[in-house]
Protein backbone atom coordinates (compact mmCIF):
# COMPACT_ATOMS: atom_id res chain seq x y z
CA UNK A 1 0.00 0.00 0.00
CA UNK A 2 1.46 3.33 -0.82
CA UNK A 3 0.90 6.06 1.28
CA UNK A 4 1.44 9.66 0.19
CA UNK A 5 3.20 12.14 2.36
CA UNK A 6 2.37 15.89 1.60
CA UNK A 7 4.90 19.11 2.69
CA UNK A 8 3.64 21.41 5.37
CA UNK A 9 2.03 24.43 3.81
CA UNK A 10 3.66 27.23 5.88
CA UNK A 11 1.34 29.86 7.79
CA UNK A 12 1.86 32.67 6.03
CA UNK A 13 1.52 31.07 2.41
CA UNK A 14 -2.36 30.33 4.06
CA UNK A 15 -2.71 33.12 4.49
CA UNK A 16 -2.19 34.49 1.55
CA UNK A 17 -3.87 32.27 -0.26
CA UNK A 18 -7.03 33.41 1.49
CA UNK A 19 -7.54 31.33 4.60
CA UNK A 20 -7.86 32.57 8.39
CA UNK A 21 -4.69 31.10 10.48
CA UNK A 22 -4.71 31.95 14.25
CA UNK A 23 -2.08 33.35 15.84
CA UNK A 24 -1.36 34.97 12.87
CA UNK A 25 1.91 34.29 11.00
CA UNK A 26 4.52 36.83 12.35
CA UNK A 27 7.98 38.50 10.71
CA UNK A 28 9.24 41.82 11.03
CA UNK A 29 10.70 44.05 7.50
CA UNK A 30 13.88 44.64 7.64
CA UNK A 31 14.39 41.73 10.65
CA UNK A 32 17.95 40.55 9.02
CA UNK A 33 19.78 43.80 10.27
CA UNK A 34 21.90 46.11 12.35
CA UNK A 35 20.16 45.16 15.79
CA UNK A 36 21.61 41.58 15.44
CA UNK A 37 25.08 41.14 17.07
CA UNK A 38 25.70 38.43 14.50
CA UNK A 39 24.71 40.55 11.42
CA UNK A 40 26.92 43.05 12.43
CA UNK A 41 29.91 40.31 12.64
CA UNK A 42 29.11 39.67 8.99
CA UNK A 43 28.89 43.23 7.97
CA UNK A 44 32.24 43.83 9.40
CA UNK A 45 33.82 40.72 8.08
CA UNK A 46 32.38 41.34 4.31
CA UNK A 47 33.45 44.98 4.01
CA UNK A 48 30.70 46.60 2.72
CA UNK A 49 26.74 45.88 2.37
CA UNK A 50 27.08 45.62 -1.49
CA UNK A 51 29.46 42.57 -0.94
CA UNK A 52 26.86 41.08 1.40
CA UNK A 53 24.00 41.27 -1.13
CA UNK A 54 26.21 39.97 -3.65
CA UNK A 55 27.34 36.55 -2.11
CA UNK A 56 24.80 33.66 -2.15
CA UNK A 57 26.59 32.71 1.08
CA UNK A 58 26.18 35.78 2.89
CA UNK A 59 22.88 36.50 1.85
CA UNK A 60 21.81 33.41 2.97
CA UNK A 61 23.58 33.24 5.99
CA UNK A 62 21.81 36.71 6.79
CA UNK A 63 18.13 35.82 5.46
CA UNK A 64 18.39 32.84 8.23
CA UNK A 65 19.80 34.51 11.22
CA UNK A 66 16.84 35.87 12.41
CA UNK A 67 14.91 32.47 12.14
CA UNK A 68 17.26 31.41 13.45
CA UNK A 69 17.27 33.65 17.08
CA UNK A 70 13.42 34.43 16.97
CA UNK A 71 11.43 31.93 14.81
CA UNK A 72 9.66 33.71 12.45
CA UNK A 73 7.27 32.18 10.28
CA UNK A 74 8.95 33.39 7.37
CA UNK A 75 12.48 34.37 6.31
CA UNK A 76 13.18 37.27 3.53
CA UNK A 77 15.69 37.45 0.96
CA UNK A 78 18.86 39.44 2.59
CA UNK A 79 19.09 41.56 -0.53
CA UNK A 80 18.56 45.52 -1.73
CA UNK A 81 15.70 47.58 -3.65
CA UNK A 82 18.13 48.93 -5.57
CA UNK A 83 19.81 46.31 -7.40
CA UNK A 84 16.83 47.15 -10.19
CA UNK A 85 18.98 50.71 -11.16
CA UNK A 86 22.22 47.86 -10.81
CA UNK A 87 20.55 45.79 -13.04
CA UNK A 88 19.61 48.20 -15.09
CA UNK A 89 23.31 49.40 -15.58
CA UNK A 90 23.02 52.70 -13.17
CA UNK A 91 26.21 52.57 -10.73
CA UNK A 92 25.36 51.79 -6.69
CA UNK A 93 27.29 52.16 -4.25
CA UNK A 94 25.97 52.11 -0.67
CA UNK A 95 28.56 54.93 1.45
CA UNK A 96 29.05 54.45 5.34
CA UNK A 97 27.35 57.30 6.98
CA UNK A 98 24.90 58.14 3.77
CA UNK A 99 23.59 55.15 2.75
CA UNK A 100 23.12 54.56 -0.99
CA UNK A 101 24.28 56.75 -3.76
CA UNK A 102 23.60 56.06 -7.39
CA UNK A 103 25.29 58.04 -10.27
CA UNK A 104 23.91 60.45 -12.72
CA UNK A 105 20.34 59.08 -14.11
CA UNK A 106 21.64 57.82 -18.00
CA UNK A 107 18.65 58.64 -19.47
CA UNK A 108 16.27 55.83 -21.09
CA UNK A 109 18.36 55.06 -23.60
CA UNK A 110 21.57 54.31 -21.33
CA UNK A 111 19.80 52.02 -19.31
CA UNK A 112 20.18 47.88 -20.31
CA UNK A 113 17.14 46.66 -22.31
CA UNK A 114 18.65 43.27 -22.28
CA UNK A 115 16.86 40.85 -19.61
CA UNK A 116 19.61 38.25 -20.19
CA UNK A 117 21.64 41.06 -18.64
CA UNK A 118 19.50 41.72 -16.23
CA UNK A 119 19.41 37.63 -14.96
CA UNK A 120 23.78 38.00 -15.34
CA UNK A 121 23.73 40.74 -13.18
CA UNK A 122 21.18 39.63 -10.88
CA UNK A 123 21.99 36.02 -10.60
CA UNK A 124 23.35 35.92 -7.15
CA UNK A 125 20.20 36.89 -5.36
CA UNK A 126 18.76 33.77 -7.54
CA UNK A 127 21.37 31.64 -6.73
CA UNK A 128 20.71 32.82 -2.33
CA UNK A 129 17.30 32.68 -2.91
CA UNK A 130 17.63 28.92 -3.90
CA UNK A 131 19.91 27.88 -1.26
CA UNK A 132 17.99 29.77 0.96
CA UNK A 133 14.96 27.58 0.24
CA UNK A 134 16.71 24.46 0.83
CA UNK A 135 17.83 25.37 4.10
CA UNK A 136 14.62 26.79 5.22
CA UNK A 137 12.61 24.36 7.42
CA UNK A 138 9.48 23.64 5.16
CA UNK A 139 6.85 24.98 7.91
CA UNK A 140 8.16 28.57 7.19
CA UNK A 141 8.11 30.45 3.95
CA UNK A 142 10.53 32.26 1.97
CA UNK A 143 10.07 35.97 0.40
CA UNK A 144 11.43 37.82 -1.96
CA UNK A 145 11.01 41.34 -2.90
CA UNK A 146 12.00 44.14 -5.22
CA UNK A 147 11.43 47.84 -5.25
CA UNK A 148 8.07 49.37 -6.98
CA UNK A 149 8.76 51.56 -9.87
CA UNK A 150 7.98 54.85 -8.36
CA UNK A 151 10.12 54.28 -5.20
CA UNK A 152 12.89 53.12 -7.70
CA UNK A 153 12.68 55.98 -9.87
CA UNK A 154 12.71 58.53 -7.46
CA UNK A 155 16.25 57.01 -6.21
CA UNK A 156 17.11 56.80 -9.65
CA UNK A 157 16.21 60.34 -10.45
CA UNK A 158 17.76 61.80 -7.20
CA UNK A 159 20.85 59.67 -6.60
CA UNK A 160 19.93 58.88 -3.11
CA UNK A 161 16.57 58.82 -0.67
CA UNK A 162 15.13 61.95 -0.86
CA UNK A 163 12.29 62.95 1.71
CA UNK A 164 10.27 64.54 -0.91
CA UNK A 165 11.35 62.85 -4.10
CA UNK A 166 11.87 66.41 -5.70
CA UNK A 167 13.86 65.21 -8.69
CA UNK A 168 11.26 62.17 -9.75
CA UNK A 169 8.48 64.66 -9.22
CA UNK A 170 9.98 67.21 -11.22
CA UNK A 171 11.36 65.15 -13.85
CA UNK A 172 7.51 63.43 -14.13
CA UNK A 173 5.81 66.61 -14.14
CA UNK A 174 7.67 68.03 -16.87
CA UNK A 175 8.52 65.03 -19.01
CA UNK A 176 5.12 63.15 -18.39
CA UNK A 177 5.77 60.89 -21.56
CA UNK A 178 9.66 59.85 -21.06
CA UNK A 179 8.48 59.44 -17.28
CA UNK A 180 6.21 57.00 -18.21
CA UNK A 181 8.71 54.98 -20.75
CA UNK A 182 10.92 54.68 -17.92
CA UNK A 183 7.94 53.11 -15.74
CA UNK A 184 7.29 50.68 -18.38
CA UNK A 185 11.11 49.63 -18.33
CA UNK A 186 11.51 49.65 -14.90
CA UNK A 187 7.67 47.26 -14.65
CA UNK A 188 9.24 44.84 -16.72
CA UNK A 189 12.57 44.48 -14.99
CA UNK A 190 10.70 44.48 -11.04
CA UNK A 191 8.40 41.83 -12.98
CA UNK A 192 10.98 39.69 -14.26
CA UNK A 193 13.07 40.22 -10.69
CA UNK A 194 10.32 38.98 -9.32
CA UNK A 195 9.66 36.04 -11.66
CA UNK A 196 12.96 34.85 -11.20
CA UNK A 197 13.06 34.49 -8.00
CA UNK A 198 9.50 33.04 -7.49
CA UNK A 199 11.28 30.18 -10.07
CA UNK A 200 14.17 29.94 -7.43
CA UNK A 201 12.27 29.19 -4.87
CA UNK A 202 10.60 32.37 -3.22
CA UNK A 203 6.95 30.88 -1.84
CA UNK A 204 5.66 34.67 -2.13
CA UNK A 205 6.58 37.92 -3.35
CA UNK A 206 6.55 42.10 -1.61
CA UNK A 207 6.70 44.88 -3.40
CA UNK A 208 7.72 47.57 -1.60
CA UNK A 209 6.58 51.26 -2.68
CA UNK A 210 8.14 53.44 -0.16
CA UNK A 211 8.34 56.83 -1.20
CA UNK A 212 4.47 56.11 -1.88
CA UNK A 213 3.17 58.61 0.61
CA UNK A 214 2.79 62.23 -0.41
CA UNK A 215 1.82 61.60 -4.04
CA UNK A 216 -1.72 63.67 -5.06
CA UNK A 217 -4.08 61.29 -6.50
CA UNK A 218 -3.97 61.52 -9.91
CA UNK A 219 0.26 60.46 -9.46
CA UNK A 220 -0.67 58.06 -7.09
CA UNK A 221 -2.73 56.06 -9.94
CA UNK A 222 0.11 56.73 -12.61
CA UNK A 223 2.77 56.36 -10.69
CA UNK A 224 1.92 53.58 -8.20
CA UNK A 225 -1.07 51.33 -8.88
CA UNK A 226 -0.76 51.56 -12.66
CA UNK A 227 3.00 50.09 -12.91
CA UNK A 228 1.77 47.54 -10.09
CA UNK A 229 -1.04 46.18 -11.92
CA UNK A 230 0.89 45.59 -15.05
CA UNK A 231 3.83 44.06 -12.40
CA UNK A 232 1.52 41.95 -11.12
CA UNK A 233 -0.71 41.13 -14.54
CA UNK A 234 3.23 39.62 -15.85
CA UNK A 235 3.90 37.76 -12.97
CA UNK A 236 0.73 36.13 -12.70
CA UNK A 237 1.29 35.50 -16.61
CA UNK A 238 4.16 33.73 -15.70
CA UNK A 239 4.02 31.73 -12.43
CA UNK A 240 0.97 29.92 -11.80
CA UNK A 241 -0.80 31.55 -8.56
CA UNK A 242 2.01 33.69 -7.54
CA UNK A 243 1.48 35.02 -3.71
CA UNK A 244 2.07 38.87 -3.56
CA UNK A 245 2.31 41.43 -1.31
CA UNK A 246 2.12 45.11 -2.27
CA UNK A 247 2.82 47.98 0.61
CA UNK A 248 2.24 51.31 -0.45
CA UNK A 249 3.34 52.66 2.58
CA UNK A 250 2.22 56.14 3.81
CA UNK A 251 -0.33 55.90 1.29
CA UNK A 252 -4.17 57.91 2.02
CA UNK A 253 -7.00 55.55 3.00
CA UNK A 254 -8.82 56.19 -0.29
CA UNK A 255 -5.12 55.32 -1.72
CA UNK A 256 -5.31 52.17 -0.25
CA UNK A 257 -8.44 51.05 -0.84
CA UNK A 258 -7.85 51.56 -5.01
CA UNK A 259 -4.55 50.41 -4.29
CA UNK A 260 -6.06 47.07 -2.86
CA UNK A 261 -8.93 47.15 -5.56
CA UNK A 262 -6.85 47.71 -8.70
CA UNK A 263 -3.70 46.06 -8.50
CA UNK A 264 -4.42 42.50 -7.72
CA UNK A 265 -2.23 41.69 -4.55
CA UNK A 266 -2.94 39.20 -2.36
CA UNK A 267 -2.09 40.87 0.99
CA UNK A 268 -1.36 44.35 1.04
CA UNK A 269 1.00 45.91 4.01
CA UNK A 270 -0.18 49.15 6.13
CA UNK A 271 1.92 51.58 7.90
CA UNK A 272 2.08 52.79 11.50
CA UNK A 273 -0.49 55.37 10.63
CA UNK A 274 -3.44 53.31 9.27
CA UNK A 275 -5.46 52.01 11.33
CA UNK A 276 -6.07 47.74 11.39
CA UNK A 277 -9.38 47.98 12.18
CA UNK A 278 -10.59 50.22 9.95
CA UNK A 279 -8.02 48.45 6.57
CA UNK A 280 -9.84 44.51 7.26
CA UNK A 281 -13.01 46.17 6.72
CA UNK A 282 -12.13 48.45 3.65
CA UNK A 283 -10.00 45.91 1.99
CA UNK A 284 -12.43 43.41 1.40
CA UNK A 285 -12.32 39.51 2.53
CA UNK A 286 -10.56 38.75 -0.54
CA UNK A 287 -6.82 40.79 0.13
CA UNK A 288 -5.22 39.91 3.06
CA UNK A 289 -3.85 42.52 5.72
CA UNK A 290 -0.11 42.87 6.82
CA UNK A 291 0.79 45.14 9.54
CA UNK A 292 1.17 47.16 11.25
CA UNK A 293 2.89 47.90 14.90
CA UNK A 294 5.33 51.11 15.26
CA UNK A 295 8.99 50.24 14.94
CA UNK A 296 9.62 52.83 17.94
CA UNK A 297 6.88 51.14 20.34
CA UNK A 298 8.78 48.09 19.24
CA UNK A 299 11.72 49.88 20.93
CA UNK A 300 10.20 51.56 23.65
CA UNK A 301 8.64 47.57 24.83
CA UNK A 302 7.08 47.01 28.47
CA UNK A 303 3.78 48.49 28.83
CA UNK A 304 3.84 50.12 25.52
CA UNK A 305 4.61 47.20 23.18
CA UNK A 306 2.23 45.10 25.18
CA UNK A 307 -1.14 47.32 24.31
CA UNK A 308 0.33 48.20 20.66
CA UNK A 309 0.48 44.31 20.13
CA UNK A 310 -2.78 43.52 21.60
CA UNK A 311 -5.01 45.86 19.35
CA UNK A 312 -3.67 44.30 16.11
CA UNK A 313 -4.58 41.04 17.15
CA UNK A 314 -7.75 42.61 18.30
CA UNK A 315 -8.51 43.59 15.05
CA UNK A 316 -7.07 40.82 13.11
CA UNK A 317 -8.92 37.74 15.07
CA UNK A 318 -10.77 35.85 13.04
CA UNK A 319 -9.36 37.39 9.54
CA UNK A 320 -6.49 37.08 6.97
CA UNK A 321 -3.67 39.04 8.42
CA UNK A 322 -0.02 38.71 8.98
CA UNK A 323 2.01 40.60 11.97
CA UNK A 324 4.56 42.92 11.05
CA UNK A 325 5.87 46.10 11.32
CA UNK A 326 4.53 49.17 10.02
CA UNK A 327 7.82 49.85 8.45
CA UNK A 328 11.22 48.74 9.10
CA UNK A 329 12.94 47.36 12.39
CA UNK A 330 15.48 50.05 14.07
CA UNK A 331 18.94 49.36 14.61
CA UNK A 332 18.45 50.33 18.24
CA UNK A 333 15.64 47.58 18.81
CA UNK A 334 16.27 45.36 21.71
CA UNK A 335 16.49 41.91 20.97
CA UNK A 336 14.39 41.04 23.78
CA UNK A 337 11.89 42.85 22.47
CA UNK A 338 11.08 41.56 19.60
CA UNK A 339 11.14 37.95 21.17
CA UNK A 340 8.30 39.55 22.86
CA UNK A 341 6.66 40.21 19.69
CA UNK A 342 6.77 36.57 18.27
CA UNK A 343 5.50 35.37 22.23
CA UNK A 344 2.72 37.63 22.43
CA UNK A 345 1.50 36.92 19.05
CA UNK A 346 1.74 32.77 19.73
CA UNK A 347 0.29 33.26 22.87
CA UNK A 348 -3.18 34.84 21.29
CA UNK A 349 -4.32 31.51 20.62
Not at 71 to 76: G, K, Q, R
Not at 95 to 112: F, I, K, N, Q, T
Not at 185 to 205: F, K, P, S, T, Y
Amino acid sequence: MNTKFSLPVPALVSVLEGQRIWPPPVWLMRQAGRYLPEYRQVRKSAGSFWTMCMSPDLAMEITLQPIRRFDFDAAIIFSDILVIPYALGQTVRFEDGVGPVLDRYPGLDGLVVDSGMWKQRLSPVYQAVEQTRKELSATKALIGFAGAPWTIAAYMLEGRGSPDQRAAKLFGYSHRKDFSHLFDRLADVVAAHLIWQLEHGADAVQLFDSWAGGLPDHEFSDWVIGPTKKIVGTVRDAVPNPRIIGFPRAATQSQYERYTSETGVNCVGIDTATSMSWAIPAFGAGVAVQGNLDPIALIAGGDALDQAIDEILAAGRGHSVIFNLGHGILPETPLDHVARVVERVRGSA
